[in-house]
C-alpha cells in the first residue's frame, strides 16, 4: 500500500487497496487452509488456485464498499484493518473460527482472562497489519466530488465486483460449491467478511431478547411419602471449566490426574456430550429445560432455568463463582462472587485457586435446616494460562508451559500445564466430598461436577475451545461427569449403585443435569423429563425424598 500524505485518492481506490492489503497480508491462516484443502498446486486445479484471489479481492471489495459510505470511509476501513489484524492473529495463533458465539464469548469475557491472552506478538502482529495500514489510510487525501458522482462510482465499482464473482462462480462452481460443502471453516475465517457476519449474528441474536423473564416450574414441589426424614439433603453441583474427559484418569487417561477421586468412590461417566464448545453457550444450556436443540443466545436472561424450579419447590440454593460470572443463570438466587476475595495462601493479586469455592461454605451449611444446593462454578483448567490454575506444589507433570502465549511452549509442555489443572480439579473436588462427608450427621449429600466445555491442545493445530459445534473436535465437545453420593441418600432414594455402574459409558449429555438434579431432589414439575434423569433408571420406584 504505498501511499504517503501527498497521494491524492478517490474512496472507490482507496477501498480496492484497502481490499487488496487484506487479501494479500490479512488472511494467511486462510490462504494456508484453501491450500491445504485442495491438496496443493495439480493439473486439475491450477487455474482455480490462481483465480481464487481475484473471487475473494471481488468478496472482500464488495463487503467493504457496503460498510464505508462518505466522509466516514477513512475511519471505517481503519477500524476494519485493526478488527481484521485482531482476528487474523488470533485465527492463526490459536485455529479459532469467528462466528456469533465466539463475539458472545469476546463479550462476555472478563478483564482477567481477556489480559491472559495479550502478549508482544499480538502487539507487534496489531502493529504491522492493523496500525501502520491505518495510519497510512489515515493520512491520505481523497477527491472531493459531488455526492451522484461518488454515488455512481461506488455503485459501479459493487457493481463489477458482482460481475467477477458471478464469472467466477459460473466458471469454477464445482469447485467451490465442493470446497464450502466440505470446509465450511472458510467462511469463518476469511476478514473481514467473517467479523461482519458474527457482529450481524450476535446483535440479531441479542437485540431480539424480549424483556419478559418467562416464569417455569411454578407447579414445583417435592415429593413426599409417609414420615419425614430426620435430615435434609444436601446437594453440592461442582460446574468445571474446560476439562475434557480424554485427559480424566478414571476415564483411563494413562497419568493420574484423578488421584483423590479415584479413592473416593465415584461414580465417573465417560460419554458425556457438552450443550456447547464455550461457556456463554453451555453454562445456560446445562441449566435450561429446552436442552441443546432449543437453546437459544440470551435465553437464561428470559427464561427461568434450574435454580429458579428449586427455589419454587422450596430448596435453598446458592451461586458460589470463582469464573466470570453465571450467564445469567444464577441472577434470581442469592450469589457470590469469591474471585475478588484477598485471602491468603488461596488468592493471587489477579485471581483466586478454586479451593476458594470452599472457603467459608461450612459457615453457611452451620446456618441451613432445609433442603439445599450448592452451585460452585471453578476457574478450572481455563487456558491460555494453564499453569496460573493452580498451586505450585500440584504441578505434578514437568517441564509445564509458563507462557500464554503457547506457540513458544512444546505441545507436551502444553499438555502437562493443562494436565496439573485437572490434578488440582480432582483435589478440590476430593475436598468437597470430604466436606460433604463431616455433615452427613446433619444432611444426606450428594456431589455432581460436569464440566461446561473441552479443550483443544494442539491436536490438528487447533488450540483452547469455542469452534462452531458442528465443526468442533471431540476434544472441546466430550466433558468429564463425576458423581458421589452418600449412602444415606442411595439408601433413601432406592438408587441401585450396581446400576449406575454399567451406566457409565452409556452415551450422556448436558441436557441430563437439568432432569438428574429435580430427580435427585424429589421435584415434581411438569417440565421433569424422566428419560434425561441420570438416576430414573436405576431407581426401581419413585421413591419420595422424606425432607424436613
Partial sequence: MPLCCGTLLSRQTLTLLASLWLVALGNFPFWRS?????????????????????????????????????????????????????AGYFIDTYGILLDHGMIANIVQTH???????????????????????????ARVRVVGRPWTRELSAKALGMAAAVACLAAMLLVHYQHYASLLRNHRELRLMLVPSNIVAAVHGHLTRSLA??????????????????????????????VGETARAANFSLNGYPRPTNPELARQNVFSFSDVSACGTSTAVSLPCMFLDVGRDGFQATLALRHEGLLDVLQHAGIAVRWRDNNSGCKGVCDRVPHEDLSIMQVPGLCRSDECYDEILLHGLQDYLDKQDRDTLIVLHMKGSHGPAYFKRYPPAFEAFTPAC??????????QEIVNAYDNTLRYTDYVLSRTIDLLRSNARRFD?????????????????????????????????????????????????????????????????????????????????????????????????????NSQ
Fill in 445 to 545: 449429600t450428594a456431589m455432581l461436577y460436569v464440566s461446561d466445555h473441552g479443550e483443544s491442545l494442539g491436536e490438528n493445530g487447533l488450540y483452547l475451545h469455542g469452534l462452531p459445534y458442528a465443526l468442533a473436535p471431540r476434544e472441546q465437545i466430550q466433558v468429564p461427569l463425576l458423581l458421589w453420593l452418600s449412602e444415606d441418600l442411595r439408601e433413601r432414594l432406592g438408587i441401585d449403585a450396581a446400576c449406575l455402574r454399567t451406566r457409565q459409558h452409556a452415551p450422556l449429555s448436558h441436557d441430563y443435569v437439568y432432569h438428574s438434579i429435580l430427580g435427585l431432589s424429589n421435584v415434581q414439575t411438569a417440565i421433569y423429563r424422566a428419560e434425561h434423569d441420570l438416576f430414573r433408571p436405576c431407581r426401581p420406584t419413585v421413591t419420595a425424598l
Fill in 209 to 238: 431478547a424480549p424483556v419478559t423473564l418467562e416464569v417455569v416450574g411454578a407447579d414445583a414441589t417435592r415429593a413426599f411419602s409417609g414420615a419425614r426424614a430426620a435430615k435434609p439433603t444436601l446437594t453440592i453441583l461442582v
Fill in 34 to 86: 484453501i491450500w491445504q484443502a485442495t491438496g496443493g498446486l495439480r493439473t486439475d486445479n491450477v487455474f482455480f488456485l490462481l483465480t481464487a484471489p481475484l473471487f475473494v479481492l471481488a468478496w472482500v471489495y464488495l463487503t467493504l464498499s457496503l460498510l464505508t459510505w462518505g466522509r466516514a470511509t477513512k475511519a471505517a476501513l481503519a477500524t476494519v484493518l485493526l478488527t481484521s489484524a485482531a
Fill in 402 to 411: 509458563d507462557n500464554v502465549q503457547l506457540d513458544r511452549c512444546s505441545r
Fill in 111 to 137: 478483564t482477567a482472562e481477556a489480559l491472559e491472552l495479550l502478549s508482544w506478538r499480538l502487539w507487534v502482529w496489531l502493529l504491522v497489519f492493523g496500525v501502520l495500514p491505518a495510519l497510512l489510510i
